[in-house]
């Protein structure tokens, strides 16, 4: 098959992020043709003027409409897009040169309808963003299970790197209404529809995630609140690995409540863990103040998590509350 990419691309109130990605779009190095679609999701701030700048170098669409989620942005812009395979970015991500070329050559080699590609830092974000970006991929952390190699066939890929073909999307309906979580959901029922998907991890992204600890704290937090309701909407997903984030802040609660009692042993562990942490950390990136930062982050996004899903798995599982009426602001309408 002929493979016609259409990059879709939500945006929302992030003009000079935008800029930065249609950017590297210029820079990419690679023969094959390609459209962009521009998605804005009811912004105050416009991009429309950054798009228009680069509609001269670049098949470049752009759509405006009322804000009904990242997620109906994605299908109102695969709808609209000519091709037959969508690769689909948030507008926080910069492209690596070789990015579509990797792509291209992985998919002729090895065909799937939904591939999904890691994240990195770029050089030039800020010791913030490297931090939060090494907590939320390092396999020391939850986030080392986005980017392992052997999750073939039963990767989840993530909407800020992805790739849907136009048959998929057709059979599947797209992304629901839910966000965060939109996404794994899309790939659980693209599995059960008989669709495989796959990692490509030579198609990272550069990725510049949250730009506060407070912006950061929210978004891990509903992560932690959307899994039990995934896990509720897809029995057959639950891993008792989702409960480790809530364990691991309650014990380091205990921990340290445990040295009033002059007892050492359990502080000791947690001890280990951010020694090792920082060390990896460092080897990583290099950066002595990054690796610091490495450690709040990985704190913040353990107790972030956690703590929401604790009380997800609460009010659904024990008390019984519908999720799209108890957590109102985790679901969207459509436009």
Request: net charge positive; proline share 4%; aromatic share 16%.
């Amino acid at each position: 098959m002929q493979l016609q990419f259409s990059f879709i691309i939500p945006v929302y109130n992030r003009p000079d992020e935008t800029q930065e990605l249609l950017r590297s779009f210029v820079g990419l190095k690679t023969d094959t043709k390609f459209e962009i679609v521009i998605v804005e999701d009811g912004s105050t701030i416009s991009s429309k003027e950054v798009v228009d700048a680069f509609t001269s170098s670049l098949d470049i669409s752009y759509y405006f409409k009322e804000n009904s989620g990242p997620g109906d942005s994605r299908n109102f812009g695969m709808q609209k897009a000519k091709g037959n395979y969508f690769i689909i970015l948030d507008s926080d991500c910069i492209l690596p040169e070789n990015y579509l070329f990797e792509v291209e050559k992985s998919l002729n080699k090895n065909y799937v309808d939904c591939f999904g590609g890691p994240d990195t830092a770029h050089h030039s974000f800020t010791n913030l963003q490297k931090a939060i970006n090494f907590s939320m991929t390092s396999f020391i952390t939850t986030g080392g299970i986005r980017g392992n190699k052997k999750s073939v066939d039963t990767f989840q890929p993530r909407s800020f790197n992805m790739g849907l073909s136009k048959e998929a999307f057709l059979a599947s309906g797209g992304f629901g209404f839910i966000h965060p979580g939109e996404d794994p959901d899309l790939s659980i029922r693209l599995w059960n529809l008989g669709f495989k998907t796959k990692l490509i991890p030579e198609a990272y992204v550069y990725h510049k995630r949250r730009i506060s600890w407070s912006k950061f704290y929210k978004q891990v937090h509903k992560f932690g609140l959307v899994r039990p309701i995934l896990n509720k909407w897809h029995p057959s997903t639950k891993k008792i690995t989702y409960w480790f984030p809530t364990v691991f802040s309650l014990g380091l609660v205990v921990s340290l409540l445990s040295l009033i009692f002059q007892i050492k042993f359990f502080i000791a562990f947690y001890a280990f863990y951010f020694v090792l942490a920082f060390l990896i950390a460092l080897y990583t990136t290099k950066n002595l103040v990054v690796s610091v930062l490495s450690l709040l982050a990985i704190t913040v996004q353990f107790f972030g998590y956690g703590y929401g899903f604790l009380k997800s798995t609460l009010a659904i599982n024990v008390f019984k509350n519908n999720p799209e009426t108890h957590f109102p602001n985790l679901f969207f309408k459509s436009s």
